[in-house]
């Protein structure tokens, strides 16, 4: 969201929580561990990044749609 917000499927998140749901991922997914990143159209590009940039970290695939 414009403030920063996360959601994961619809519910409200911290970045913290969205690294520990794809710590949890990666040990269920293990190398085929994906997500899908659907930022709000008043989404900075700064929070965006930040997820892109966890799962990079975390090598989690990470697929970035049009945003909404």
């Known amino acids: 969201s414009s403030e920063g917000n996360y959601t994961l499927n619809g519910s409200p998140i911290s970045i913290d929580g969205i690294k520990r749901q794809m710590e949890s991922l990666k040990r269920?997914?293990?190398d085929k561990a994906a997500?899908?990143?659907s930022p709000s159209a008043k989404?900075?590009?700064e929070t965006?990044?930040?997820i892109l940039d966890l799962a990079y970290?975390?090598?989690v695939r990470a697929v970035l749609t049009e945003p909404k």
């Open 28 to 30: 269920i997914d293990k």
């Open 35 to 37: 997500i899908v990143v």
């Open 43 to 45: 989404a900075s590009n």
């Open 48 to 50: 965006v990044v930040a």
């Open 57 to 59: 970290k975390m090598e």
